[in-house]
């Protein structure tokens, strides 16, 4: 769909409130049909980030740009924006607010209206169509302001916390619909705090923390680059080899397992042979990567 | 562009189905009709029957004059009027039409009578004779008596009991009747012709015509209370609908709607969708009352025309009309911009408390500013109060009804106006990206100047 298959590409944007930065010379690249999770602490400029992305704060010095184009009022057509603190108008009748919505995103009010149907039809809300908004329980309007975000067929969604206020179940109807979104070679940014959901679905993530970028790349070589092994261990005997700091760098105890922290040069088998070799009677021994919580916590603790 | 008028549509067919829309639409011309029909009720109520009159005469010879005089004291008015032709006729619900004051002419509509009787006195003392005309007015039997002490040539007081002494059509009728007795007598006793000093001292008529650029045309001065009455409309639009434009903006920051807005429209052409719709929905209002108060005042002139009551419309040609609408819009606008950007500041309704200040303020001024261009409407001061934003809607019309100025100095006047529109319309949006996204919080002014000069 677009040059290089990059969709979005941020060079050096920097933006300054008064004396506050809240962005600092921050570049990174969105590859198109993907999702690419932005994550990072509360504070972080994430928001401010995505702002300038969707064209509503100008950055100071840097350059947006958006399908290989500088970033304009035109191109807010061709994005999706669902932001953290959701606004949807409380009296007015739900298919007329998603008609609206489909407006000003440049549909003709038919077009609005046979998509609107569609999506309220998918997200299991016909129902509803006639009734005022703030008739909706909060995961229902949730799911309102999602259809406003993509009934217009944005290549460019951008979702911050989309997953707060629903039950499992929805949740998994949002997953699902997320991934068919992807398939439809959809870019989609993904912003959140929850680390276990950006896990599940990214395949690309951006930390920045204290304005700045701290991490980059998929999923995959974050978490091989970054340079904690452990193992999952649970095995009758064995303590004396879990003491060679050759080998072990530390233990943590989970319950009915320990996660054995490999010290640096040390290989899992070598663990594993030694553990044999001393009798130990080993029922569990999993190589495990870090989990994204663990870099999060990491990376945000180092550069605090 | 497109976007925009998706905007408009949604603020101006929104409004119109609200309820509160519906309901003054309906009660605006009800309350209209209330107030100028009920009070007419209410005074034909009170005096469908007589009032009864006892007239105590100490000096015995004024009774005669009296009762002729308060039985045609209706005729007063336009007798001096016509000049001092007499109507001889006694007949007291002929209803004369030309009075100049408005109480008059309404109780002359309703056709108040009055029954005149004299008491004897029977070399009784006053005060016994009071004692027995009060007990009567508080059985009703009487309404009022006037007690017209010997020296009442000499020393012009008379006085006046009734039930009611602050009823003003009455204490005042009677009053003039009592006064013009008084002076026939005297001018009769002096030897003096009393037609002769009608004639003499009539009054004159001034017939005033406006010299302009389409020739004469008879002026009523009813194009100077356009100019007024334009001012007031804009003022009662503001009243009523500068608080719609401050809550359709400060709603969708507090649902925070504005930020899935921004990522579709500009601000720009939000904050002007907005200031349009509502605009939009004012000129609707009014219209629907204008037709009903248009179609209320055709039966109302007409109804009292067939009762032989000559109402006096207001003759002004069709091009002071199209002025006067376009300088009304012109005005709302303006002064709805103040709601605007002030809205924009805000974060709460209820931080906006004194927002009316501004815009009693400058509508107080331009009002003042009138007086002056009335006097001198082609000075410079004029020239320039008339194209500055704010004052120019009123005094710019001041200008044109008095002495029409040149075509170019209005379509200056409309030109800089609606620029000044655009520019704080231009200015809210500014405020209101920089100041909500930026911030999330209410704005000083010192705070609003400094975002205006970052971007």
């Known amino acids: ?304 | 562009m497109k976007k925009l008028l998706v905007i408009i549509r949604r603020e101006y067919l929104g409004r119109l189905r609200t309820k509160g829309f519906v309901i003054s639409s309906v009660l605006g011309p009800l309350i209209m009709i209330g107030f100028t029909v009920v009070p007419g009720l209410l005074i034909s109520m009170q005096t469908s029957s007589a009032t009864k009159v006892a007239v105590v005469d100490l000096t015995g010879k004024m009774y005669e004059g009296v009762r002729e005089s308060i039985l045609t004291s209706r005729d007063e008015e336009g007798d001096r009027r016509e000049g001092g032709r007499k109507n001889e006729t006694a007949q007291p619900a002929v209803v004369q039409p030309g009075g100049e004051a408005q109480l008059q002419q309404a109780v002359q509509a309703v056709g108040a009578q009055y029954e005149v009787e004299q008491v004897a006195t029977g070399g009784r003392p006053v005060e016994e004779i009071k004692h027995e005309l009060n007990a009567r007015v508080r059985k009703g039997e009487l309404g009022v008596y006037l007690v017209l002490p010997e020296k009442i040539l000499e020393e012009g007081r008379a006085e006046y009991y009734g039930r009611n002494v602050s009823d003003p059509i009455t204490t005042s009728q009677l009053r003039h009747s009592l006064n013009r007795a008084v002076i026939e007598q005297r001018l009769r006793e002096a030897n003096i012709d009393q037609n002769r000093v009608r004639q003499l001292s009539k009054n004159i008529v001034l017939e005033t015509t406006k010299v302009s650029e389409g020739g004469l045309e008879r002026d009523s001065g009813g194009g100077f209370a356009l100019a007024m009455f334009v001012g007031l409309f804009i003022y009662m639009a503001i009243l009523m609908y500068g608080q719609v434009i401050l809550s359709s903006v400060v709603e969708e920051k507090t649902t925070r709607v504005s930020e899935v807005l921004f990522s579709s429209v500009k601000p720009f052409h939000l904050m002007l969708g907005k200031l349009a719709g509502v605009a939009l929905v004012a000129i609707t209002q009014y219209a629907l009352w204008a037709v009903a108060f248009g179609a209320f005042a055709l039966y109302g002139v007409g109804m009292l025309a067939s009762r032989g009551m000559d109402v006096p419309l207001p003759r002004l040609p069709l091009s002071f009309a199209i002025y006067a609408l376009l300088f009304f819009v012109l005005g709302f606008l303006m002064y709805a911009t103040i709601y605007l950007i002030v809205a924009a500041m805000v974060t709460t309704e209820k931080e906006a408390g004194q927002m009316a200040m501004p815009v009693i303020f400058l509508s107080v001024i331009s009002i003042y500013l009138a007086f002056p261009v009335i006097r001198n409407p082609n000075s410079s001061f004029s020239f320039w109060v008339s194209i500055a934003p704010f004052f120019s809607p009123i005094t710019m019309l001041v200008r044109i009804v008095t002495e029409t100025p040149p075509f170019w100095q209005i379509a200056l006047s409309l030109g800089i106006g609606m620029a000044s529109v655009v520019f704080f319309v231009w200015l809210a949006a500014r405020v209101y990206r920089v100041g909500m996204l930026m911030y999330g919080k209410s704005a000083s002014l010192p705070e609003v100047l400094r975002w205006l000069k970052q971007s």
């Not at chain 1, 629903?166 to 949002?174: F, G, R």
């Not at chain 1, 940014?189 to 980059?216: P, Y």
């Open chain 1, 1 to 304: 769909m677009s040059e290089n298959g990059v969709t979005l590409a941020l060079r050096s944007v920097s933006k300054k409130f008064d004396e506050f930065v809240a962005v600092d010379d921050l570049s990174l690249e969105v590859r198109a049909g993907r999702i690419f999770g932005l994550i990072g602490p509360n504070g972080a400029g994430k928001t401010t980030t995505i702002r300038m992305i969707v064209n509503i704060l100008a950055p100071d010095t840097g350059r947006i740009e958006l399908f290989g184009e500088q970033m304009s009022e035109r191109l807010q057509d061709r994005i999706g924006y669902l932001p953290e603190e959701r606004g949807l108008y409380k009296k007015m009748r739900v298919g007329e607010q998603l008609r609206y919505f489909g407006e000003l995103k440049g549909l003709t009010a038919r077009e609005a209206e046979t998509r609107l149907d569609r999506w309220l039809e998918r997200l299991k809300l016909s129902e509803w169509k006639t009734h005022k908004t703030d008739e909706l329980s909060k995961g229902m309007q949730q799911k309102i302001q999602f259809i406003a975000t993509v009934m217009h067929e944005p290549d460019l969604l951008i979702l911050d916390e989309v997953f707060s206020g629903l039950d499992p179940v929805n949740a998994e109807l949002m997953k699902d619909v997320l991934l068919e979104l992807k398939a439809e070679h959809r870019t989609i940014i993904f912003s959140t705090h929850m680390m276990s959901q950006a896990e599940e679905l990214c395949d690309d993530i951006c930390l920045i923390n204290r304005s700045r970028k701290v991490l980059e790349g998929s999923l995959r070589e974050v978490k091989s680059s970054f340079g904690r092994r452990a193992v999952a261990l649970r095995a009758e005997g064995g303590d004396a080899v879990l003491k060679d700091a050759r080998l072990v760098a530390g233990v943590k105890s989970y319950g009915d397992y320990v996660e054995v922290v490999l010290a640096e040069e040390a290989d899992a088998q070598e663990l594993l042979r030694r553990l044999v070799e001393s009798g130990a009677r080993v029922t569990r021994f999993e190589q495990v990567e870090p989990s994204l919580h663990d870099i999060f916590l990491q990376k945000v603790g180092e550069s605090a």
